[in-house]
């Protein structure tokens, strides 16, 4: 399908009603983090139909669907990448040199877009599965080490823009999932005090999410360090897995102990 074939699409499947409501949920009023956005009033499972049809669009009509002012059909563009990339993650295709290249051709496309996922549902609903996956698997670009990975993710983390800062803490998720905590622990010391609730929520959350897959303990290390002045939303969030009476405990944010540097992971 073409990137106006799927507007199209996209447009004649247009709901007033949920419009309305979309734009309340996602902040797009005057000095709120979405303002300006603009809606169809379509919900993710209607965007998802629309993407099972287009998943093999080419990178060059995904492009115009990135640069559209509608939200839901920047969403279909993230999530045609999201399924293109998922494609080539098969463990016989992890070191077929077709697969490597394309897969690195779906990352630099996302990264080159990446302020056009401008709101956290975007931005939740493809970095992990697209960045975050990338991180994990063999690639050409810059020398292939995890060096210059890790310098692609420093990128984004010390980005201006709020939607680079969020892809590069929320991305963690998938390496954290397969067991990997360092790319966590980092980012969420960079971000740890970022002024934006958006951000709070993202390190907090992967922050118990690494504690959940990977280790409390390690979770418990890394708030010994931090819970005495680390926002107290990323601290709620964190500790949501554990039981009230450590929650209650933690709330209380403890006085610092001195732990390693995990930005060093």
């Not at 996956?133 to 823009?161: E, F, M």
């Not at 951000?199 to 390690?218: F, I, P, Q, T, Y």
Request: proline share 5%; aromatic share 8%.
């Amino acid at each position: 399908m073409t990137a106006q074939e799927i507007i199209g699409l996209m447009e004649s499947r247009r709901n007033e009603r949920q419009r309305t409501e979309l734009m309340r949920f996602f902040k797009t009023g005057p000095g709120e983090y979405g303002e300006g956005d603009e809606f169809l009033g379509l919900k993710v499972p209607q965007t998802r139909e629309v993407v099972k049809q287009a998943q093999d669009t080419a990178l060059g009509e995904v492009a115009q669907l990135l640069m559209s002012p509608w939200h839901e059909v920047r969403l279909c563009g993230l999530l045609i990448l999201v399924a293109q990339f998922e494609r080539l993650t098969a463990k016989r295709l992890v070191y077929d040199p077709a697969a490597i290249k394309r897969r690195d051709e779906i990352v630099s496309i996302y990264l080159k877009y990446a302020d056009q996922a401008n709101n956290w549902d975007l931005v939740d609903l493809s970095a992990p599965k697209t960045v975050g996956h990338w991180l994990l698997l063999p690639t050409n670009l810059g020398d292939g080490s995890q060096d210059y990975k890790r310098h692609v993710i420093d990128q984004l983390a010390h980005s201006p823009c709020l939607w680079r800062q969020r892809i590069s803490m929320v991305c963690t998720w998938k390496t954290t999932q397969q067991g990997d905590p360092s790319w966590c622990l980092r980012y969420a010391e960079i971000h740890l005090h970022h002024p934006h609730d958006l951000m709070h929520k993202a390190v907090g959350w992967m922050l118990r999410e690494m504690g959940k897959r990977v280790s409390m303990d390690l979770l418990r290390d890394f708030l010994r360090q931090h819970a005495h002045n680390m926002p107290r939303t990323t601290l709620r969030y964190a500790i949501e897995k554990m039981t009230e009476r450590e929650r209650k405990e933690w709330m209380i944010k403890p006085k610092s102990v001195v732990r390693p540097n995990f930005s060093h992971f």
